[in-house]
């Protein structure tokens, strides 16, 4: 069974550009959520899709959004890029919910140039 | 805000001796705890979790202990091995069933001497 994929790998933007990040969830799992990590640091919670719907979001500017579409994949849109969105922006998927295994993607490389 | 807080930062064990890390959380309605190991170039990938209405957990040589009172759970790695070296990260869900979310603590970086 494919784990959760996510795309591209490695994605180098200049400061202003919008990025576009994609990713797949294992199948049958209908929450995704999307985690910035900075070099050196922690996770942070960026947003939680589920059936479609945002559930949350965490403490980032409204420039960072995404959708869920019918599939469940998701895609993380990130507007009017700055340098410190520089990042690997890392995608997981669950069952049902944070409350249930969540099992991560490899990750997308965010480089702003 | 819900914060999760862990340590140490950094860990170096000899191979075979364990390892423990800690974390504590904050918000008191949280009743799922799960640890991820993250190797360079990887993503986090599950190793173990509890659910509040037990006290411990073990699968082969990790186990999570937990204590609801004080707010605190950690993750023991006995027998540790060098490809146990990675950076772990331990979580825990905070908020409501359709609004939560898993808070990260900051991660560990175990390294195990051959």
């Known amino acids: 069974e494919a784990g959760v994929t996510q795309s591209p790998t490695h994605l180098i933007k200049t400061r202003g550009q919008q990025a576009t990040l994609r990713c797949s969830p294992i199948s049958g799992h209908t929450s995704v959520y999307w985690y910035q990590q900075a070099l050196g640091l922690g996770l942070q919670f960026l947003l939680w899709y589920d059936e479609g719907e945002e559930r949350n979001r965490g403490n980032f500017p409204p420039r960072f959004s995404g959708r869920q579409f019918p599939n469940y994949s998701s895609e993380l849109n990130v507007n009017a890029l700055e340098l410190e969105d520089s990042a690997l922006y890392l995608c997981?998927?669950?069952?049902?919910?944070?409350?249930?295994?969540?099992?991560f993607g490899q990750g997308t490389r965010l480089t702003v140039v | 805000g819900e914060n999760v807080e862990q340590h140490p930062s950094t860990l170096s064990v000899q191979e075979g001796d364990s390892a423990v890390i800690k974390c504590t959380y904050s918000?008191?309605?949280?009743?799922?705890f799960p640890w991820y190991k993250q190797e360079l170039g990887k993503g986090p990938q599950l190793i173990i979790d509890i659910r509040s209405n037990v006290g411990e957990k073990k699968d082969q040589r990790i186990a999570v202990t937990l204590n609801k009172t004080a707010k605190h759970f950690s993750l023991h790695i006995t027998e540790t091995q060098p490809e146990d070296s990675a950076v772990y990260f331990c979580?825990?869900?905070?908020?409501?069933?359709?609004?939560?979310?898993?808070?990260f603590g900051q991660g560990t970086t175990l390294q195990v001497k051959p």
């Open positions: 918000d008191s309605a949280s009743n799922y």
């Open positions: 997981a998927s669950s069952f049902e919910g944070a409350r249930t295994e969540a099992f």
């Open positions: 979580a825990a869900f905070a908020g409501s069933g359709n609004t939560g979310k898993l808070i």
